[in-house]
């Protein structure tokens, strides 16, 4: 509908609502996102934006600055604008103002038309409540002027309760992605950005503000998250005169934005989400992402990866002894790693060839496709193809290929250097190569890496930085490949997990958590990327008893266990374990395929232990009737026994029969039964999310795996 007789207009949705104002700024302001408001007259709407009015102050404005959906200094807006840039440092200050609203009730969506005749310019912005209750918000700009626009900044803005006092955060490094910290929510700004070309292993999937000491059950908390897989911004800020609030969009280098007249940039969509408790705004993310069309239906493959098995070491026999026993312990998906193509012995040579080794294939890989599709697997293949080492045929025949801010080369990586994906030839050059690829062979799934960070990412002809280019480039990339291979599926990995956002989840199927397979760092590392990725896009192999990135030690049902609940894997040289070691791997893999459909469909729910040294997650089945739980002993207790753990997100009113499926509390060091892992005990989900259960007594890196079912009615319940 066009207008509102009361300038308000309220978008509801997936139990959010987000309520416009545009009565008294140039642009709208958000003067509500959060809980669904229910039917609101236009009355009670009314009523609402004036309580939201600030009163005029000494030593400030005559007319204070409300929080627009583009903040303005024109408007009076003191703290970080939603736009910069420049007319040849002209035309710095903008006053977009609106000149139409649509909203659509029905879908929760509205879009805003602003113009700034005088500095030529042209905005769209649109707001969006998903059925999920995300909050989704990008804007275009476009240039009207015959004289090129120097944009520098663009980012959507959210407002955020003032009462909001404590910001968390991730960071991380390579093999330990995604480590948590808590900081005051204070004036001024706290700042998050990637400057490495890619998101990058320190990047925070989310910037999140709460009230104090919020966890995951509980405590209001929202969050804010750039889909893109480049250079990005995230800022949480409170001003001085109240307002708080999260920005989110891309971080653009020095003139990569330059709009010639009627060019438009667009952001990528910022997304918000908000919930009692970090579990339920996640499980916004999860929810929004499961109803797209392209979500993967069918069930996740069971994936053994060669990598730690084999290195580059290629060799027909061996690979398909690997590929028997796979299958033997009910492997789905058997994929081969780094080490395929025209001279790739080691990691210093070959990038860009992707050409099947003649030496090392002389018939090419068709007979260990053969080997593996015969045995029941589909086959994947790893790839990297946004990468280039300078040994290499690509590198001798196309050097300005290679993505460079001046003359000589950047520092290298990996001993591999960025390919300039945003070149055209390169472009067509390696939809020529994959395509060819996946006709000559029948390959179901790419192990798509990226496996450095991007310096000087510049263009070798025009010394432009080029990394935006490089990311909508990949994007249309994989979407030319997805639609030549509709049945296609491809992992996000980049150095493990330095690749991952819902920009690159548009093209993927899932990503790699990180390149560590150390249950006790992937208990860390797992949880926090949870938090915007669903545990069926989430890859979680077990490993073999001695961890290739830590060296520890670890048991096979406490690293199964760990992995259970994702996609799971395996990343070992089966050939070294006898009948007894195959048969255990196989007990796990079929527990999984037991139970994947609810791992992959339920809601992921993670425990606030008081005990840091304990784990507490599960899975709860959409309709509340099962739920699967682990209970992991991390590290010792400084109680011993230790105390009573709860498990949250369950039907409260409904009747729950509990019985440990996997991990042994016989295995601990009790000296005396646990009374609950005796037998089958019932308890309501009430009860299990308050009073709890004594947690068993287990070693450390332990766990116990539970299984939660209705009750069967007996005659004594008649």
């Known amino acids: 509908m066009q207008g509102s007789t009361t300038g308000l207009f309220h978008l509801r949705n997936g139990g959010t609502s987000v309520i416009l104002d545009d009565r008294h700024s140039p642009l709208p302001a958000i003067v509500y996102w959060g809980a669904d408001q229910g039917d609101l ?190 250079n990005h911004r995230l800022l949480a800020e409170r001003t001085p005169t109240a307002e708080s609030f999260f920005s989110a969009g891309e971080l653009l280098g020095p003139g990569e934005i330059l709009l010639a007249e009627d060019e438009t940039y667009t952001t990528p969509w910022a997304i918000g989400s908000w919930g009692d408790g970090l579990n339920e705004l996640s499980k916004r993310f999860h929810d929004e992402l499961r109803a797209r069309p392209r979500h993967p239906r069918r069930a996740r493959p069971v994936t053994l990866n060669t990598w730690e098995a084999v290195y580059f070491d290629h060799d027909l026999g061996k690979l398909g002894e690997l590929a028997e026993l796979a299958a033997s312990v009910g492997v789905e998906r058997f994929v081969l790693d780094d080490g395929w193509f025209r001279g790739r012995r080691d990691d210093t040579a070959g990038l860009g060839d992707w050409f099947v080794d003649e030496t090392v294939w002389p018939s090419g890989l068709g007979p260990l496709i053969e080997k593996v599709q015969g045995l029941g697997m589909e086959f994947g293949l790893w790839v990297e193809p946004e990468m280039i080492n300078l040994d290499s045929e690509l590198a001798r025949e196309h050097p300005d290929w290679i993505l460079r801010g001046r003359d000589e080369l950047p520092i290298p990586a990996r001993q591999q250097y960025g390919l300039d994906l945003a070149h055209p030839d390169a472009w067509s050059y390696l939809l020529e190569r994959l395509d060819s690829l996946l006709n000559e062979y029948d390959i179901a799934y790419l192990k798509w890496d990226h496996n450095r960070d991007l310096l000087e990412a510049g263009a070798a002809d025009t010394g432009r930085a080029r990394v935006h280019d490089n990311v909508a480039a990949l994007y249309r990339l994989l979407a030319a490949l997805k639609q030549r291979h509709p049945e296609l599926e491809v992992e996000s990995c980049a150095s493990g997990g330095a690749r991952v956002d819902l920009g690159i989840l548009d093209h993927t199927d899932r990503i790699w958590t990180s390149d560590t397979l150390d249950p006790i760092e992937r208990l860390q590392i797992q949880r926090y990327t949870s938090l915007l990725v669903p545990t069926e896009m989430m890859g979680a192999h077990l490993t073999s008893p001695d961890v290739h990135s830590t060296q520890r030690s670890v048991s096979l049902d406490f690293s199964a266990g760990i992995a259970f609940f994702g996609h799971l894997g395996i990343e070992w040289d089966l050939a070294g374990l006898d009948a007894e070691g195959l048969a255990a791997i196989s007990r796990w893999v079929e527990l999984h395929k037991r139970h994947r459909a609810l791992i992959h469909s339920g809601a992921l729910v993670h425990g606030d232990t008081a005990d840091a040294t304990s784990d507490v997650r599960g899975v709860v089945a959409a309709d509340g009737a099962s739920a699967l739980f682990t209970f992991t002993q991390v590290s010792t207790s400084v109680t011993y026994p230790p105390g009573r753990f709860t498990l949250p997100g369950l039907d409260p009113d409904r009747r729950y029969t509990l019985r440990i499926i996997a991990g042994s509390v016989d295995a601990g060091p009790g000296q005396s039964p646990l009374a609950w892992a005796r037998q089958p005990i019932t308890l309501t989900g009430r009860q299990l999310a308050t009073a709890g259960l004594q947690a068993p007594v287990l070693f450390p890196a332990q766990l116990v795996l539970l299984e939660l079912g209705t009750p069967v009615p007996d005659d004594s319940d008649a």
Do not use: C, M
Request: aromatic content about 6%.
């Open 41 to 230: 007259a236009e009355s009670e709407l009314a009523a609402l934006g004036v309580a939201a009015l600030p009163q005029r102050v000494s030593g400030g404005l005559d007319q204070p600055a409300p929080l627009t959906l583009i903040p303005q200094e024109s408007s009076g807006w003191l703290a970080t604008p939603g736009l910069s840039g420049h007319r040849d440092g002209r035309s710095f200050s903008t006053k977009l103002e609106t000149t139409a609203i649509e909203v659509d009730e029905a879908s929760g969506t509205a879009e805003i038309t602003a113009t700034d005749a005088a500095a030529g310019l042209e905005a769209t912005i649109t707001v969006e409540v998903t059925p999920a209750g995300l909050l989704r918000q990008r804007i275009s700009l476009t240039n009207r002027s015959p004289e090129p626009y120097s944009l520098l900044a663009l980012a959507p803005t959210f407002p955020l309760p003032h009462d909001l006092d404590e910001l968390f955060d991730t960071t991380g490094r390579h093999l330990r992605e995604r480590s948590p910290q808590r900081h005051a929510f204070t004036i001024g700004g706290h700042v998050r950005e990637s400057r490495r070309g890619r998101p990058g292993s320190d990047a925070s999937l989310l910037l999140a503000a709460g009230r104090s000491g919020f966890g995951f059950e509980r405590g209001l908390v929202y969050a804010v998250h750039t889909a893109w897989s480049g």
